[in-house]
């Protein structure tokens, strides 16, 4: 129990509601915008990678014919749709914690995870096909970077429904001690789940348009 | 501001909620002209830079409404200012290695 140690004043994270008097803003948002600026740099460096892969090469894709006729557009204008559509529940989510609806910020953010799950659903499909035809990541340098760029934001959008399912079942608990700070917590999941659609805004168009 | 500014009442917040709307509709628009475009089959140059304005005005729309960036604090512009620098360093830096002709 935190009350049981003399310390336990000292072990608890400050200004999670308030905000820090240096910065402005709550540690926990400063924290997850720093950890965002990392991702940045994760995803740049692939991104930057692609860039010069495909500068470089004779023709893209390698094999000829054009991305949107190697790839699936209509499957994967489903699935910016889809997630589009989960960053709105997201930040309704939210929105409904700011006016003390924990009904309906139960139902958003599970709408948010739902939506999270038919994204990985389409990709599954879309992978399960390139692999009947033997495409795999080491087919060439077109399969490589869509795999490693596809699965990446995959990654992130697995993480998203792990952190999103905590806070709607466990970790919602938080709402009947520590409302505001439970509120920011949303605030910052949303941060994080926002990035990982700015992400995808971007992987759609450069693999499966261009 | 939203976490700092508790003291907005519930109507009041309401009225914020149809600029996500707006901007979900926007962003559902912007897709069917990216798609849209990309079955013109403009020439390459013009169809990267046509689908690059248009993901970025869409991201640029999710940062600012979504991720609350309209009215945040000097401290995440200064964080981004300094991403954004990084990330066009990481995105260009390699292209003065480029040698005319070279493959990877």
Same mark, same amino acid.
């Given at each position: 129990?935190?009350?049981?140690?003399?310390?336990?004043?000292?072990?608890?994270?400050?200004?999670?509601?308030?905000?820090?008097?240096?910065?402005?803003?709550? *540690?926990?948002?400063?924290?997850?915008?720093?950890?965002?600026?990392?991702?940045?740099?994760?995803?740049?460096?692939?991104?930057?990678?692609?860039?010069?892969?495909?500068?470089?090469?004779?023709?893209?894709?390698?094999?000829?014919?054009?991305?949107?006729?190697?790839?699936?557009?209509?499957?994967?204008?489903? *699935?910016?749709?889809?997630?589009?559509?989960?960053?709105?529940?997201?930040?309704?989510?939210?929105?409904?914690?700011?006016?003390?609806?924990?009904?309906?910020?139960?139902?958003?953010?599970?709408?948010?995870?739902?939506?999270?799950?038919?994204?990985?659903?389409?990709?599954?499909?879309?992978? &399960?096909?390139?692999?009947?035809?033997?495409?795999?990541?080491?087919?060439?340098?077109?399969?490589?970077?869509?795999?490693?760029?596809?699965?990446?934001?995959?990654?992130?959008?697995?993480?998203?429904?792990?952190?999103?399912?905590?806070?709607? &079942?466990?970790?919602?608990?938080?709402?009947?001690?520590?409302?505001?700070?439970?509120?920011?917590?949303?605030?910052?999941?949303?941060?994080?789940?926002?990035?990982?659609?700015?992400?995808?805004?971007?992987?759609?168009?450069?693999?499966?348009?261009? | 501001?939203?976490?700092?500014?508790?003291?907005?009442?519930?109507?009041?917040?309401?009225?914020?909620?149809?600029?996500?709307?707006?901007?979900?509709?926007?962003?559902?628009? +912007?897709?069917?002209? &990216?798609?849209?475009?990309?079955?013109?089959?403009? *020439?390459?140059?013009?169809?990267?830079?046509?689908?690059?304005?248009?993901?970025?005005?869409?991201?640029?729309?999710?940062?600012?409404?979504?991720?609350? +960036?309209?009215?945040?604090?000097?401290?995440?512009?200064?964080?981004?200012?300094?991403?954004?620098?990084?990330?066009? +360093?990481?995105?260009?830096?390699?292209?003065?290695?480029?040698?005319?002709?070279?493959?990877?």
């Amino acid at each position: 129990m935190a009350e049981a140690s003399p310390y336990a004043a000292d072990a608890l994270i400050p200004h999670t509601v308030e905000p820090h008097p240096v910065t402005g803003i709550p *540690n926990g948002k400063l924290g997850i915008w720093l950890f965002l600026a990392s991702e940045v740099m994760l995803f740049g460096a692939l991104f930057s990678t692609y860039v010069v892969i495909r500068t470089t090469a004779p023709h893209w894709p390698p094999e000829g014919g054009l991305s949107s006729e190697i790839l699936n557009v209509p499957l994967a204008t489903v *699935n910016t749709a889809v997630l589009i559509t989960s960053s709105i529940t997201m930040v309704l989510s939210w929105a409904s914690l700011k006016m003390q609806n924990l009904p309906r910020f139960r139902l958003w953010l599970g709408s948010t995870i739902a939506l999270a799950f038919v994204f990985l659903v389409i990709k599954y499909f879309e992978y &399960t096909h390139k692999f009947e035809l033997g495409h795999y990541p080491s087919h060439d340098n077109f399969y490589a970077v869509y795999f490693t760029l596809t699965g990446l934001h995959g990654v992130h959008v697995i993480g998203g429904i792990i952190v999103n399912t905590f806070l709607l &079942t466990a970790g919602s608990r938080m709402w009947a001690t520590e409302p505001e700070r439970f509120t920011n917590r949303i605030e910052n999941a949303g941060l994080y789940w926002h990035f990982v659609d700015l992400v995808w805004i971007f992987l759609f168009p450069s693999l499966y348009l261009l | 501001m939203a976490t700092t500014h508790e003291t907005t009442s519930h109507e009041e917040f309401k009225k914020h909620l149809g600029k996500y709307y707006v901007v979900f509709v926007a962003l559902l628009c +912007l897709t069917a002209i &990216t798609v849209g475009v990309s079955y013109l089959h403009l *020439n390459r140059p013009l169809a990267i830079t046509v689908a690059l304005i248009i993901a970025c005005v869409k991201a640029g729309m999710v940062a600012a409404v979504f991720m609350h +960036l309209l009215d945040e604090r000097k401290v995440i512009y200064a964080v981004l200012i300094l991403t954004v620098a990084f990330f066009f +360093l990481v995105l260009f830096l390699p292209m003065f290695t480029i040698v005319e002709g070279s493959t990877v």
